[in-house]
Protein backbone atom coordinates (compact mmCIF):
# COMPACT_ATOMS: atom_id res chain seq x y z
CA UNK A 1 0.00 0.00 0.00
CA UNK A 2 3.02 2.18 0.90
CA UNK A 3 4.29 2.04 -2.11
CA UNK A 4 0.93 3.85 -3.52
CA UNK A 5 1.72 6.81 -1.65
CA UNK A 6 4.27 8.68 -4.27
CA UNK A 7 1.95 7.42 -7.17
CA UNK A 8 -1.63 9.04 -5.09
CA UNK A 9 0.43 12.20 -4.48
CA UNK A 10 1.77 12.60 -8.10
CA UNK A 11 -1.74 12.56 -9.12
CA UNK A 12 -2.70 15.24 -6.64
CA UNK A 13 -0.91 17.62 -8.50
CA UNK A 14 -3.11 18.05 -11.24
CA UNK A 15 -4.28 21.45 -12.61
CA UNK A 16 -7.90 20.70 -13.40
CA UNK A 17 -10.90 22.72 -11.29
CA UNK A 18 -11.50 19.27 -9.45
CA UNK A 19 -7.51 19.56 -7.99
CA UNK A 20 -7.66 23.10 -7.33
CA UNK A 21 -10.43 23.50 -5.64
CA UNK A 22 -10.65 23.89 -1.55
CA UNK A 23 -10.23 20.49 0.01
CA UNK A 24 -12.88 21.21 2.11
CA UNK A 25 -15.60 20.93 -1.10
CA UNK A 26 -14.11 17.65 -1.85
CA UNK A 27 -14.11 16.54 1.82
CA UNK A 28 -17.60 17.40 2.79
CA UNK A 29 -18.99 16.33 -0.66
CA UNK A 30 -17.21 12.62 -0.44
CA UNK A 31 -18.47 12.19 3.35
CA UNK A 32 -22.39 13.46 1.96
CA UNK A 33 -21.89 10.59 -0.49
CA UNK A 34 -20.49 7.86 1.81
CA UNK A 35 -22.64 8.98 4.90
CA UNK A 36 -25.78 8.99 2.09
CA UNK A 37 -24.94 5.81 0.97
CA UNK A 38 -24.55 3.74 4.42
CA UNK A 39 -27.77 5.21 5.60
CA UNK A 40 -29.63 3.65 2.92
CA UNK A 41 -31.38 0.63 3.96
CA UNK A 42 -30.46 -2.52 2.68
CA UNK A 43 -33.02 -2.73 0.10
CA UNK A 44 -33.39 -2.84 -3.65
CA UNK A 45 -32.93 1.34 -3.55
CA UNK A 46 -29.18 0.66 -2.88
CA UNK A 47 -28.76 -0.17 -6.50
CA UNK A 48 -30.51 2.88 -7.88
CA UNK A 49 -28.61 5.32 -5.59
CA UNK A 50 -25.42 3.57 -5.90
CA UNK A 51 -26.18 3.76 -9.56
CA UNK A 52 -26.93 7.98 -9.25
CA UNK A 53 -23.86 8.29 -6.98
CA UNK A 54 -21.51 6.06 -9.42
CA UNK A 55 -22.44 8.04 -12.35
CA UNK A 56 -21.55 11.11 -9.80
CA UNK A 57 -18.03 9.75 -9.64
CA UNK A 58 -17.58 9.31 -13.00
CA UNK A 59 -18.16 12.76 -14.04
CA UNK A 60 -16.33 13.60 -11.76
CA UNK A 61 -13.38 11.60 -12.25
CA UNK A 62 -13.31 12.61 -16.02
CA UNK A 63 -13.67 15.68 -15.11
CA UNK A 64 -10.18 15.21 -13.10
CA UNK A 65 -8.47 13.67 -16.35
CA UNK A 66 -7.19 10.79 -14.45
CA UNK A 67 -6.97 7.43 -16.17
CA UNK A 68 -9.24 5.38 -15.28
CA UNK A 69 -7.29 2.11 -15.66
CA UNK A 70 -5.91 4.29 -12.22
CA UNK A 71 -9.13 3.90 -10.50
CA UNK A 72 -8.81 0.52 -11.29
CA UNK A 73 -5.41 0.03 -9.73
CA UNK A 74 -6.21 1.48 -6.65
CA UNK A 75 -9.77 -0.39 -6.31
CA UNK A 76 -8.27 -3.89 -6.55
CA UNK A 77 -5.88 -2.48 -3.79
CA UNK A 78 -9.20 -2.19 -1.13
CA UNK A 79 -10.84 -5.41 -2.13
CA UNK A 80 -9.24 -8.25 -0.14
CA UNK A 81 -11.48 -8.03 3.06
CA UNK A 82 -14.50 -6.49 1.91
CA UNK A 83 -14.82 -9.35 -0.98
CA UNK A 84 -14.22 -12.05 1.39
CA UNK A 85 -17.03 -10.83 3.43
CA UNK A 86 -19.15 -10.12 0.44
CA UNK A 87 -18.45 -13.39 -1.64
CA UNK A 88 -18.73 -15.80 1.43
CA UNK A 89 -22.26 -13.69 1.75
CA UNK A 90 -24.26 -15.89 -0.29
CA UNK A 91 -23.70 -19.68 1.31
CA UNK A 92 -25.09 -18.30 4.45
CA UNK A 93 -28.57 -16.77 5.97
CA UNK A 94 -28.94 -13.47 7.89
CA UNK A 95 -31.02 -11.08 9.75
CA UNK A 96 -32.21 -9.09 6.79
CA UNK A 97 -34.46 -11.33 5.35
CA UNK A 98 -37.29 -13.74 7.24
CA UNK A 99 -37.37 -16.29 3.97
CA UNK A 100 -34.16 -18.02 2.32
CA UNK A 101 -34.73 -19.64 -1.29
CA UNK A 102 -32.04 -21.75 -2.23
CA UNK A 103 -30.95 -21.16 -5.86
CA UNK A 104 -28.18 -24.23 -5.72
CA UNK A 105 -27.33 -27.17 -3.43
CA UNK A 106 -24.31 -27.68 -2.94
CA UNK A 107 -22.05 -31.42 -0.95
CA UNK A 108 -22.16 -31.17 3.10
CA UNK A 109 -25.60 -29.26 3.25
CA UNK A 110 -24.11 -26.58 2.02
CA UNK A 111 -26.85 -23.74 -0.13
CA UNK A 112 -26.61 -20.79 -1.98
CA UNK A 113 -29.72 -18.48 -1.20
CA UNK A 114 -31.34 -16.34 -3.83
CA UNK A 115 -31.83 -13.55 -0.84
CA UNK A 116 -28.29 -14.04 0.68
CA UNK A 117 -27.17 -13.25 -3.17
CA UNK A 118 -29.28 -10.24 -3.42
CA UNK A 119 -27.12 -9.49 -0.07
CA UNK A 120 -24.03 -9.43 -1.17
CA UNK A 121 -24.59 -7.36 -4.49
CA UNK A 122 -26.46 -4.80 -2.04
CA UNK A 123 -23.32 -5.19 0.02
CA UNK A 124 -20.65 -4.59 -2.63
CA UNK A 125 -22.75 -1.26 -4.36
CA UNK A 126 -22.65 0.01 -0.46
CA UNK A 127 -18.85 -0.58 -0.11
CA UNK A 128 -17.81 0.48 -3.82
CA UNK A 129 -19.09 3.40 -3.68
CA UNK A 130 -18.10 5.05 -0.78
CA UNK A 131 -14.72 3.95 -1.78
CA UNK A 132 -14.88 5.50 -4.99
CA UNK A 133 -15.31 8.63 -3.64
CA UNK A 134 -12.02 8.37 -0.80
CA UNK A 135 -9.92 7.40 -3.63
CA UNK A 136 -11.44 10.43 -6.06
CA UNK A 137 -10.57 12.66 -2.95
CA UNK A 138 -6.59 11.28 -2.62
CA UNK A 139 -6.32 11.34 -5.74
CA UNK A 140 -7.45 14.93 -6.76
CA UNK A 141 -6.21 16.60 -3.05
CA UNK A 142 -2.85 16.87 -2.03
CA UNK A 143 -2.05 15.33 1.71
CA UNK A 144 -1.47 18.69 2.86
CA UNK A 145 -4.40 20.46 1.74
CA UNK A 146 -6.85 17.70 2.64
CA UNK A 147 -5.22 18.01 5.82
CA UNK A 148 -5.56 21.76 5.91
CA UNK A 149 -8.89 21.31 4.91
CA UNK A 150 -9.79 19.30 7.62
CA UNK A 151 -8.54 21.44 10.37
CA UNK A 152 -10.77 24.29 9.42
CA UNK A 153 -13.24 22.20 9.72
CA UNK A 154 -13.14 21.38 12.63
CA UNK A 155 -10.68 18.59 13.54
CA UNK A 156 -8.45 18.65 16.66
CA UNK A 157 -5.16 20.89 16.54
CA UNK A 158 -3.29 17.90 18.20
CA UNK A 159 -4.25 15.54 14.94
CA UNK A 160 -4.10 18.07 12.63
CA UNK A 161 -0.29 18.81 13.71
CA UNK A 162 0.50 14.64 14.26
CA UNK A 163 -0.93 13.39 11.14
CA UNK A 164 0.72 16.43 9.29
CA UNK A 165 3.78 15.50 10.64
CA UNK A 166 3.02 12.24 9.95
CA UNK A 167 2.50 12.28 6.34
CA UNK A 168 5.82 14.50 5.70
CA UNK A 169 7.66 11.29 7.05
CA UNK A 170 5.47 9.07 5.12
CA UNK A 171 7.23 10.20 2.41
CA UNK A 172 10.64 9.32 3.87
CA UNK A 173 9.47 5.95 5.47
CA UNK A 174 8.15 4.53 2.07
CA UNK A 175 11.56 5.20 0.62
CA UNK A 176 13.50 3.69 3.53
CA UNK A 177 11.40 0.77 3.45
CA UNK A 178 12.00 0.53 -0.03
CA UNK A 179 16.04 0.77 0.47
CA UNK A 180 15.37 -2.18 3.28
CA UNK A 181 13.74 -4.17 0.73
CA UNK A 182 16.50 -3.74 -1.97
CA UNK A 183 19.38 -4.54 1.06
CA UNK A 184 17.44 -7.59 1.86
CA UNK A 185 17.20 -8.78 -1.88
CA UNK A 186 20.74 -7.27 -2.43
CA UNK A 187 21.96 -10.41 -0.04
CA UNK A 188 20.06 -12.48 -1.91
CA UNK A 189 17.29 -12.93 1.57
CA UNK A 190 13.30 -13.69 0.13
CA UNK A 191 11.31 -13.84 3.19
CA UNK A 192 8.82 -16.06 0.72
CA UNK A 193 11.48 -18.33 -0.46
CA UNK A 194 10.59 -21.73 1.17
CA UNK A 195 14.27 -22.93 1.25
CA UNK A 196 15.46 -21.03 4.48
CA UNK A 197 13.77 -22.23 7.82
CA UNK A 198 10.68 -20.60 8.46
CA UNK A 199 11.90 -19.39 11.98
CA UNK A 200 15.05 -17.64 10.35
CA UNK A 201 12.93 -15.91 7.67
CA UNK A 202 10.43 -14.60 10.85
CA UNK A 203 13.78 -13.84 13.07
CA UNK A 204 15.04 -11.44 10.02
CA UNK A 205 11.91 -9.76 9.40
CA UNK A 206 11.52 -9.35 13.50
CA UNK A 207 14.96 -7.59 13.18
CA UNK A 208 13.76 -5.46 9.71
CA UNK A 209 10.64 -4.30 11.60
CA UNK A 210 12.66 -3.64 14.96
CA UNK A 211 15.05 -0.98 12.77
CA UNK A 212 12.15 0.45 11.30
CA UNK A 213 10.46 1.09 15.01
CA UNK A 214 14.12 2.41 16.68
CA UNK A 215 14.98 4.24 13.14
CA UNK A 216 11.36 5.93 13.61
CA UNK A 217 11.16 7.05 17.39
CA UNK A 218 15.08 8.22 16.84
CA UNK A 219 14.00 10.28 13.49
CA UNK A 220 11.12 11.74 15.61
CA UNK A 221 13.79 12.32 18.45
CA UNK A 222 15.81 14.45 15.71
CA UNK A 223 12.63 16.06 14.16
CA UNK A 224 11.52 16.95 18.20
CA UNK A 225 14.76 18.86 18.90
CA UNK A 226 15.07 20.35 15.43
CA UNK A 227 11.85 21.87 16.17
CA UNK A 228 12.69 23.01 19.62
CA UNK A 229 16.02 24.75 17.84
CA UNK A 230 13.12 26.57 15.79
CA UNK A 231 11.09 27.70 18.76
CA UNK A 232 8.70 25.29 18.66
CA UNK A 233 6.03 25.04 21.90
CA UNK A 234 2.85 24.70 22.66
CA UNK A 235 2.61 27.95 25.01
CA UNK A 236 4.89 29.93 22.50
CA UNK A 237 2.62 32.52 20.54
CA UNK A 238 4.18 34.99 17.90
CA UNK A 239 1.99 37.94 17.60
CA UNK A 240 1.77 40.03 14.64
CA UNK A 241 4.20 42.88 15.92
CA UNK A 242 6.82 40.27 16.89
CA UNK A 243 6.78 38.79 13.29
CA UNK A 244 6.76 42.77 11.96
CA UNK A 245 10.17 43.03 14.85
CA UNK A 246 11.35 39.96 13.60
CA UNK A 247 11.03 42.16 9.37
CA UNK A 248 9.01 39.33 8.22
CA UNK A 249 6.82 40.27 5.43
CA UNK A 250 3.37 41.95 6.41
CA UNK A 251 1.22 39.67 4.11
CA UNK A 252 3.59 36.72 5.61
CA UNK A 253 2.24 37.54 8.81
CA UNK A 254 -1.50 38.44 8.07
CA UNK A 255 -2.20 35.61 5.80
CA UNK A 256 0.07 32.38 5.43
CA UNK A 257 1.16 32.48 9.59
CA UNK A 258 -1.96 32.38 12.09
CA UNK A 259 -0.74 35.20 14.50
CA UNK A 260 -1.70 33.16 17.25
CA UNK A 261 -0.53 29.87 16.88
CA UNK A 262 2.31 30.14 14.39
CA UNK A 263 4.59 29.66 17.26
CA UNK A 264 3.52 25.54 17.85
CA UNK A 265 0.92 24.74 14.76
CA UNK A 266 2.14 23.42 11.14
CA UNK A 267 0.82 27.06 9.20
CA UNK A 268 -1.93 27.16 7.11
CA UNK A 269 -3.14 29.44 4.42
CA UNK A 270 -6.68 31.04 5.71
CA UNK A 271 -8.46 31.19 2.61
CA UNK A 272 -11.97 31.31 1.97
CA UNK A 273 -14.28 29.57 -0.42
CA UNK A 274 -14.96 31.02 -3.49
CA UNK A 275 -17.85 31.69 -5.32
CA UNK A 276 -17.58 29.27 -7.94
CA UNK A 277 -16.47 26.78 -5.06
CA UNK A 278 -19.42 27.63 -2.69
CA UNK A 279 -21.79 26.72 -6.09
CA UNK A 280 -20.43 23.51 -6.13
CA UNK A 281 -20.30 22.81 -2.50
CA UNK A 282 -24.01 23.51 -2.61
CA UNK A 283 -24.95 22.22 -6.07
CA UNK A 284 -23.46 18.82 -4.77
CA UNK A 285 -25.29 18.65 -1.43
CA UNK A 286 -28.28 19.21 -2.94
CA UNK A 287 -27.92 16.70 -5.56
CA UNK A 288 -26.48 14.02 -2.54
CA UNK A 289 -29.54 14.94 -0.47
CA UNK A 290 -32.40 15.14 -2.89
CA UNK A 291 -31.43 11.93 -5.09
CA UNK A 292 -31.24 10.52 -1.19
CA UNK A 293 -34.46 11.22 -0.44
CA UNK A 294 -36.13 10.83 -3.79
CA UNK A 295 -35.24 7.13 -3.69
CA UNK A 296 -35.81 6.74 -0.06
CA UNK A 297 -39.62 7.82 -0.77
CA UNK A 298 -39.98 5.57 -4.20
CA UNK A 299 -39.25 2.71 -2.41
CA UNK B 1 -9.78 -6.89 9.56
CA UNK B 2 -10.46 -2.72 8.05
CA UNK B 3 -14.20 -2.87 8.12
CA UNK B 4 -15.51 -1.32 5.07
CA UNK B 5 -18.25 1.84 5.01
CA UNK B 6 -21.72 0.18 4.15
CA UNK B 7 -21.01 -3.58 6.12
CA UNK B 8 -22.30 -1.61 9.41
CA UNK B 9 -25.81 0.45 9.64
CA UNK B 10 -25.00 4.12 10.19
CA UNK B 11 -26.67 3.93 14.02
CA UNK B 12 -24.44 1.36 15.07
CA UNK B 13 -21.06 3.18 13.46
CA UNK B 14 -22.45 6.52 15.74
CA UNK B 15 -22.09 4.41 18.55
CA UNK B 16 -18.64 2.86 17.88
CA UNK B 17 -17.54 6.25 17.05
CA UNK B 18 -18.75 7.33 20.61
CA UNK B 19 -16.94 5.07 22.24
CA UNK B 20 -13.95 5.52 19.84
CA UNK B 21 -13.69 9.32 20.87
CA UNK B 22 -14.27 8.53 24.67
CA UNK B 23 -10.48 6.55 24.16
CA UNK B 24 -9.05 8.96 21.33
CA UNK B 25 -9.49 11.70 24.03
CA UNK B 26 -8.21 9.71 27.17
CA UNK B 27 -5.12 8.84 24.63
CA UNK B 28 -4.98 12.52 24.14
CA UNK B 29 -5.16 13.07 27.49
CA UNK B 30 -2.05 10.34 28.17
CA UNK B 31 -0.28 12.24 25.25
CA UNK B 32 -0.51 15.46 27.15
CA UNK B 33 0.24 14.53 30.59
CA UNK B 34 2.60 11.75 29.81
CA UNK B 35 4.72 12.73 26.88
CA UNK B 36 4.27 16.68 27.26
CA UNK B 37 2.27 18.15 24.57
CA UNK B 38 5.58 19.45 22.82
CA UNK B 39 6.38 15.46 22.31
CA UNK B 40 3.64 14.60 20.14
CA UNK B 41 5.79 15.00 17.00
CA UNK B 42 7.41 12.35 18.18
CA UNK B 43 4.52 9.81 18.48
CA UNK B 44 3.56 11.29 14.53
CA UNK B 45 6.58 10.33 13.33
CA UNK B 46 6.65 6.67 15.34
CA UNK B 47 2.82 6.39 13.37
CA UNK B 48 4.50 6.81 10.28
CA UNK B 49 7.06 4.28 11.14
CA UNK B 50 4.05 1.68 11.88
CA UNK B 51 2.75 2.53 9.19
CA UNK B 52 5.46 1.08 7.09
CA UNK B 53 5.76 -1.90 9.25
CA UNK B 54 2.48 -2.31 8.66
CA UNK B 55 2.89 -2.09 4.87
CA UNK B 56 5.66 -4.97 5.32
CA UNK B 57 4.40 -8.26 3.71
CA UNK B 58 5.37 -11.34 6.07
CA UNK B 59 5.07 -14.91 4.67
CA UNK B 60 2.16 -17.37 6.73
CA UNK B 61 3.34 -21.12 6.53
CA UNK B 62 0.43 -21.74 4.48
CA UNK B 63 1.60 -19.99 1.73
CA UNK B 64 -0.03 -16.41 2.00
CA UNK B 65 1.11 -13.37 3.45
CA UNK B 66 0.14 -11.27 6.31
CA UNK B 67 1.20 -7.56 8.17
CA UNK B 68 0.97 -6.58 11.20
CA UNK B 69 -1.34 -4.35 13.22
CA UNK B 70 1.48 -2.62 15.59
CA UNK B 71 -0.98 -1.68 18.57
CA UNK B 72 0.17 -3.90 21.05
CA UNK B 73 3.77 -3.37 19.91
CA UNK B 74 3.80 0.55 20.15
CA UNK B 75 2.04 -0.19 23.78
CA UNK B 76 4.78 -2.47 24.52
CA UNK B 77 7.99 -0.43 24.27
CA UNK B 78 5.69 3.17 24.99
CA UNK B 79 4.36 1.88 28.19
CA UNK B 80 0.73 2.70 27.90
CA UNK B 81 -1.85 0.89 26.70
CA UNK B 82 -3.19 4.87 25.18
CA UNK B 83 0.16 4.96 22.65
CA UNK B 84 -1.74 1.93 20.88
CA UNK B 85 -4.70 3.83 20.74
CA UNK B 86 -2.91 6.98 19.68
CA UNK B 87 -0.58 5.69 17.18
CA UNK B 88 -3.24 3.13 15.81
CA UNK B 89 -5.76 6.18 15.26
CA UNK B 90 -3.59 7.80 13.43
CA UNK B 91 -2.83 5.59 11.07
CA UNK B 92 -6.37 4.54 10.71
CA UNK B 93 -6.86 7.97 9.74
CA UNK B 94 -4.54 8.05 7.23
CA UNK B 95 -4.95 4.63 5.45
CA UNK B 96 -9.09 5.59 5.48
CA UNK B 97 -8.55 8.86 3.76
CA UNK B 98 -6.11 8.22 1.75
CA UNK B 99 -6.20 4.69 0.48
CA UNK B 100 -9.61 3.74 0.79
CA UNK B 101 -8.50 1.13 3.22
CA UNK B 102 -11.38 0.86 5.93
CA UNK B 103 -13.92 3.29 5.94
CA UNK B 104 -15.16 7.15 7.38
CA UNK B 105 -18.27 5.63 8.88
CA UNK B 106 -16.44 2.83 10.23
CA UNK B 107 -13.39 4.28 11.33
CA UNK B 108 -14.75 4.07 14.96
CA UNK B 109 -14.92 0.47 15.18
CA UNK B 110 -11.82 -0.33 13.89
CA UNK B 111 -9.99 2.04 15.72
CA UNK B 112 -11.15 0.13 18.82
CA UNK B 113 -10.97 -3.05 17.47
CA UNK B 114 -7.44 -2.71 16.36
CA UNK B 115 -6.02 0.52 18.36
CA UNK B 116 -8.58 -0.09 21.75
CA UNK B 117 -8.05 -3.73 21.86
CA UNK B 118 -4.40 -4.14 20.04
CA UNK B 119 -3.15 -1.30 22.59
CA UNK B 120 -4.76 -2.38 25.92
CA UNK B 121 -5.02 -6.63 25.04
CA UNK B 122 -0.93 -6.12 24.45
CA UNK B 123 -0.10 -3.60 27.45
CA UNK B 124 -2.29 -5.35 30.05
CA UNK B 125 -1.60 -8.82 28.50
CA UNK B 126 2.18 -8.46 28.55
CA UNK B 127 2.28 -6.55 32.01
CA UNK B 128 0.33 -9.78 33.31
CA UNK B 129 2.64 -12.31 31.83
CA UNK B 130 5.67 -10.75 33.28
CA UNK B 131 4.59 -10.62 36.69
CA UNK B 132 3.38 -14.74 36.00
CA UNK B 133 6.69 -15.79 33.82
CA UNK B 134 9.19 -12.54 33.90
CA UNK B 135 10.23 -13.17 30.68
CA UNK B 136 9.57 -10.40 28.33
CA UNK B 137 9.66 -11.85 24.73
CA UNK B 138 7.30 -14.78 26.31
CA UNK B 139 5.03 -12.20 27.29
CA UNK B 140 5.20 -10.34 24.37
CA UNK B 141 4.73 -13.36 21.84
CA UNK B 142 2.03 -14.00 23.91
CA UNK B 143 0.33 -10.79 24.80
CA UNK B 144 0.86 -9.62 20.50
CA UNK B 145 -0.97 -12.88 19.79
CA UNK B 146 -4.11 -12.28 21.87
CA UNK B 147 -4.69 -8.86 20.99
CA UNK B 148 -4.59 -9.82 17.27
CA UNK B 149 -6.75 -12.80 17.58
CA UNK B 150 -8.98 -10.94 20.41
CA UNK B 151 -9.90 -7.60 17.88
CA UNK B 152 -10.46 -10.40 15.17
CA UNK B 153 -12.93 -11.93 17.35
CA UNK B 154 -14.34 -8.38 18.49
CA UNK B 155 -14.82 -7.45 14.48
CA UNK B 156 -16.78 -10.90 13.76
CA UNK B 157 -18.74 -9.66 16.52
CA UNK B 158 -19.59 -6.43 15.57
CA UNK B 159 -20.18 -7.93 11.93
CA UNK B 160 -22.68 -10.11 13.57
CA UNK B 161 -24.22 -7.78 15.29
CA UNK B 162 -24.64 -5.52 11.98
CA UNK B 163 -26.63 -8.83 10.48
CA UNK B 164 -23.56 -8.32 7.73
CA UNK B 165 -21.56 -11.82 8.69
CA UNK B 166 -23.19 -14.69 11.00
CA UNK B 167 -21.83 -15.14 14.60
CA UNK B 168 -20.48 -18.71 14.51
CA UNK B 169 -19.04 -18.77 10.95
CA UNK B 170 -17.43 -15.04 11.44
CA UNK B 171 -15.51 -16.12 14.67
CA UNK B 172 -14.29 -19.43 13.14
CA UNK B 173 -13.09 -17.95 9.59
CA UNK B 174 -11.97 -14.40 11.37
CA UNK B 175 -10.86 -16.30 14.31
CA UNK B 176 -9.08 -18.90 13.09
CA UNK B 177 -7.08 -16.82 10.41
CA UNK B 178 -6.29 -14.24 13.25
CA UNK B 179 -4.95 -17.15 15.63
CA UNK B 180 -2.60 -18.00 12.82
CA UNK B 181 -1.91 -14.06 11.82
CA UNK B 182 -1.67 -13.79 15.57
CA UNK B 183 1.40 -15.94 15.70
CA UNK B 184 3.23 -14.12 12.93
CA UNK B 185 2.15 -10.84 15.04
CA UNK B 186 3.35 -12.37 18.55
CA UNK B 187 6.91 -13.58 16.69
CA UNK B 188 7.69 -10.29 15.01
CA UNK B 189 6.71 -8.28 18.52
CA UNK B 190 9.12 -10.63 20.30
CA UNK B 191 11.57 -10.34 18.07
CA UNK B 192 11.39 -6.39 17.20
CA UNK B 193 11.20 -6.13 21.57
CA UNK B 194 14.83 -8.02 21.24
CA UNK B 195 15.99 -5.99 18.89
CA UNK B 196 14.70 -2.05 20.61
CA UNK B 197 15.81 -3.70 23.99
CA UNK B 198 19.02 -4.17 22.55
CA UNK B 199 19.82 -1.14 20.45
CA UNK B 200 17.73 1.43 22.85
CA UNK B 201 17.09 -0.22 26.12
CA UNK B 202 16.26 3.63 27.21
CA UNK B 203 13.17 3.04 25.23
CA UNK B 204 11.53 0.11 26.68
CA UNK B 205 9.36 1.33 30.22
CA UNK B 206 9.71 -2.23 31.23
CA UNK B 207 12.98 -3.25 30.30
CA UNK B 208 13.50 -6.03 33.36
CA UNK B 209 13.86 -9.53 32.25
CA UNK B 210 15.52 -8.44 28.80
CA UNK B 211 18.57 -9.69 28.40
CA UNK B 212 20.03 -6.94 26.27
Known sequence: ?????????????????????????????????????????????????????????????????????????????????????????????????????????????????????????????????????????????????????????????????????????????????????????????????????????????????????????????????????????????????????????????????SPNRCGSDLPAPGKKLERSEWLCLCFSLLFVVASTVAVWWSM | MHIPDGFIPLYQDVIYWIIAIIFISLALKWARNELNDEKLPLIAVLAAGIFAIQAMNIPIPFGTSGHMVGAALAAIVLGSPYAGVFVLTLVLIVQGVIFADGGITTMGANIINMGVVGGFVGYYGYTALMKVTDNTYASGFIAAWAACFIAALLCAVEMAVAGTFPLVAGLISMGLYHAIIGLLEGGITAVAIYLIATARPDLMEHSAGVSA
Not at chain 1, 39 to 60: D, Q, R, T
Not at chain 1, 79 to 98: K, W
Request: charged share 15%; proline share 4%.
Open chain 1, 1 to 257: MIEDLFFIERQAYGKTFIHIMDARVKIIVSFAVIIAMVAMPYSPGVYLLGLVFFIFFFALWCASRLPFSDYLRRLLVTLPFGMFIIVFQIFFENSHYAVFHSLLDLPFGIHIYAESVEFASLLLVKFIVPVSFIILLSSTTRMQDLLAGAGKLGMPREFTLCIGMMVRYLFLFASTLEKIKNALETRCFDPFDRALPYRYRLRQMGYTIGTIFVRSYEQGERTYTCMLCRGYGVNHTVSPKLCGSHRLPEERCSSTV
